[in-house]
Nanobody, 122 residues
Framework: QLQLVESGGGLVQPGGSLRLSCAVY????????IGWFRQAPGKEREGVSC????????NYADSVKGRFTISRDNAKNTVLLQMNSLKPDDTAVYYC???????????????WGQGTQVTVSS
């Protein structure tokens, strides 16, 4: 069974940090690009960050550049999203998704996790 499971969300004060984890089960991460997306109440889902299947390419939404860092550990079948200098506007449910041979350019994401809530508030 192919499954992605996000963890690491929670409540944090503005300026704080969180590290989200996307654990992959049932398939090898080696061949998949991973994207992070988020959806805030009343808003459309937006792409946050992506890392290619070979790890050689990453990209970030303008709103998170310089604050978020994506990385992957294929041995652990895990992708991390380090989020620093968090702002209230970062509040959303964060999802990870997998795209076979994804290269962060027009990828089609076939598998999605259930999401983890991130709330940035004082």
């Amino acid at each position: 069974q192919l499954q992605l499971v996000e963890s690491g969300g929670g409540l944090v004060q503005p300026g704080g940090s969180l590290r989200l984890s996307c654990a992959v089960y049932g398939f090898s991460l080696d061949y998949y690009g991973i994207g992070w997306f988020r959806q805030a109440p009343g808003k459309e889902r937006e792409g946050v960050s992506c890392i290619s299947s070979d790890g050689g390419s990453t990209n970030y939404a303008d709103s998170v550049k310089g604050r978020f860092t994506i990385s992957r550990d294929n041995a652990k079948n895990t992708v991390l999203l380090q989020m620093n200098s968090l702002k209230p506007d970062d509040t959303a449910v964060y999802y990870c998704a997998a795209a076979l041979f994804g290269n962060c350019v027009g990828d089609e994401y076939d598998y999605w996790g259930q999401g983890t809530q991130v709330t940035v508030s004082s």
